[in-house]
């Protein structure tokens, strides 16, 4: 009978010799077997098989598997074959190999990625970490990681007083950082998803509402569902987030009643992450089934699932905001406006405060008491008004001063609203619609006319996203902006907000990258692209902030047309070993006002006509570097004589 030897991964390796011990431990003896008294010589090269243990145990390229059935039909001629077969490959693997380095961690997400504050949890970071454990870094205070024996396996201390909101994380050791992923810290309960929950006849039981669940879809074809109670006219709002979190999945929400029957389904809302609501038409258990996709898209159309595939699922059957009229608020005002959404009593208003907002924050995501959720709200820089019909024609057209912001609806099939205002020879303008971005159903085309109705320019984006244009004026005089929809529908749905303001002098410095290892005595280049906007002239000299002892740049000038430049970092022969952010810098020669160069994290790509990215994040860009120094090289050892 030939020897049966078989493959083994480097994981196997302890297959052979665990087999063997396990025999030589065998309490009843047969006279075949590898343990009889009779049979010394065989339990002689067993006790070597187990010697050598722990060599196959840490040689990462074993070669061979015995199979425990024919252990005891080998003699020992074969096993004493073996075994030099065994012992040679190890011998030899532990001289070929070069020692196995670390390498910088990487970090995909964490599980749960939401948790509560004043709470401690335990949380699973999705990635790669050899060594274990590497250290954990947050952009806020009050919120702790500590490592648990297990690989991958965290506790989370989350302080009374730590921030509420998105926060970003990173992993790091000695050569290097993950990319930055997301934590939620949320004043709300969290509910942990438990399995098995695939079938809707048996879902997880949700008892109070309104509830945040974590969520994961584990393996191909999960579903996972969840159970709720609803009267008789009843509201169930349902939302989810994946795709803002940057999970790889397409989700799919739907609901079906006690018998399976599907009452309401969305596949994608205002981003790829679905959203719906039913209205129980009579008492009883309605089931919300998460699933989904592959993203980007795969060749085969299946559910997905995999240890990345995290998301939260909001199910409320309280007041639930939709939207404000209009539909944003001016910076450094209070005001009182009227509402829409769900499971609200007529005519409700709420008070909005805009006077404390930072001076570049764009949109706010407004908590307000007594509602489910957060009322997510641009923030202008003028009034903020209301569309007046009739203004399909330029003779009709809503007037209005700049910067200011009106909030319309294409009300039905072939509206079209105008809008007009005054502006100056060469004045340039920044002309914006905000609706596909807010969920609404409207696929907006722009343009600019002058007095005559003469189309001056236009911007239609058939992908579904929101249009703008960036426009001069060649004259003085009294122009107009009108808007309509691509499709040719209309309706309640269809609102927009519409804003328009001077295109001022200003900068911009992007990053590419967001981590940065340098080694002592040795230099790396990092890339910053700088984008002057109309007519930005100051002198720019960049710098960093965070350096530690050891690490230099140059300053470096910006050239007055912008575009790419090389930042050469620099570490010293005696630089110690240092992991942590710092900041790239831009200051003004004159004025000393300083620009900080950003890391977008959202992305859009294209691969073969498939999309791919995340262009929605919960935290879309960070001036957070990562610098590492790394620690000198370890001597060469010595190779055996």
């Not at 898209?297 to 409320?316: I, M, P, Q």
Request: charged residues 20%; hydrophobic residues 35%; aromatic residues 8%.
């Amino acid at each position: 009978m030939p020897d049966v030897v078989t493959p083994l991964s480097r994981n196997g390796s302890s297959a052979l010799v665990g087999q063997a011990s396990s025999l030589s431990r065998t309490n009843t003896l047969k006279p075949n077997c590898l343990g009889h008294p009779e049979n010394a010589r065989r339990r002689e090269y067993l006790l070597g098989f187990c010697r050598v243990r722990d060599r196959l145990e840490a040689c990462p390229t074993a070669q061979f598997r015995l199979r425990r059935t024919d252990l005891n039909r080998f003699d020992s001629r074969r096993l004493l074959r073996l075994a030099r077969i065994v012992c040679a490959s190890c011998c030899l693997s532990l001289f070929a190999l070069p020692a196995v380095e670390a390498a910088a961690p990487t970090l995909d997400h964490l599980f749960p990625v939401a948790v509560q504050v004043g709470t401690t949890n335990v949380i699973t970071a999705v990635g790669k970490f050899d060594p274990w454990p590497p250290k954990f870094w947050i952009d806020a205070p009050g919120i702790v990681f500590k490592p648990e024996t297990n690989s991958g396996k965290f506790s989370i201390e989350i302080a009374t007083n730590a921030p509420v909101g998105p926060h970003l994380v990173r992993v790091f050791n000695e050569q290097g950082s993950s990319g930055p992923r997301f934590l939620i810290v949320t004043r709300e309960p969290q509910l942990p998803e438990t399995e098995p929950n695939d079938d809707f006849k048996k879902p997880q039981a949700v008892e109070n509402l309104p509830a945040w669940i974590n969520g994961r879809l584990e393996k191909s074809g999960d579903v996972d569902s969840y159970a709720v109670e609803l009267n008789t006219g009843q509201t169930l709002v349902a939302s989810l987030e994946a795709f803002t979190l940057a999970s790889p999945v397409d989700a799919v929400l739907r609901i079906v009643d006690g018998r399976g029957v599907q009452v309401a389904f969305n596949h994608d809302g205002s981003t790829l992450d679905p959203f719906l609501t039913y209205t129980a038409t009579s008492a009883g258990r309605f089931v919300v089934q998460v699933f989904g996709f592959a993203y980007p898209a795969e060749s085969d159309v299946k559910f997905t699932g995999n240890s990345k595939c995290v998301y939260r699922l909001h199910l409320s059957c309280g007041p639930y905001l939709r939207h404000a009229l209009p539909l944003g608020v001016q910076r450094g005002v209070s005001t009182h406006l009227p509402v829409s959404g769900w499971n609200l009593r007529s005519n409700t208003r709420v008070s909005i405060d805009a006077s404390q907002l930072p001076t570049n924050t764009t949109q706010a995501l407004l908590p307000l008491p007594g509602h489910d959720n957060a009322l997510l709200i641009p923030i202008g820089e003028g009034p903020e008004l209301i569309e007046h019909e009739p203004n399909d024609l330029g003779g009709a057209a809503n007037r209005i001063e700049i910067p200011s912001a009106v909030t319309g609806r294409i009300q039905k099939v072939g509206d079209e609203d105008r809008f007009s205002f005054q502006a100056a020879k060469d004045q340039k303008f920044l002309i914006e619609v905000q609706s596909a971005s807010f969920g609404f159903p409207l696929d907006a085309w722009l343009k600019v006319e002058n007095s005559k109705g003469k189309e001056l320019a236009k911007n239609d984006d058939r992908a579904g996203r929101d249009p703008e244009l960036e426009w001069t004026a060649p004259d003085d005089g009294t122009y107009v902006a009108a808007i309509g929809n691509v499709l040719q529908r209309g309706g309640a749905e269809y609102l927009y907000r519409l804003s328009m303001e001077r295109a001022t002098q200003s900068v911009r410095f992007n990053l590419t990258e967001t981590t940065l290892a340098v080694a002592p005595g040795k230099t790396n280049e990092f890339k910053v692209t700088a984008k002057r906007l109309h007519g930005f002239k100051a002198k720019l000299t960049l710098t960093s902030k965070g350096l530690p002892e050891g690490m230099a740049l140059e300053p470096t000038d910006v050239s007055e047309k912008g575009g790419e430049v090389v930042l050469k970092f620099a570490a010293s022969p005696e630089a110690k070993p240092f992991s942590g952010p710092i900041q790239i810098v831009a200051t003004e020669a004159e004025s000393g006002i300083e620009h900080r160069a950003v890391a977008s994290l959202t992305s859009s790509t294209e691969n073969n006509g498939v999309p791919g990215g995340f262009t929605k994040l919960v935290i879309e860009s960070t001036d957070q570097i990562w610098l590492t120094v790394l620690p000198p090289p370890q001597p060469k050892a010595e190779k055996s004589k």
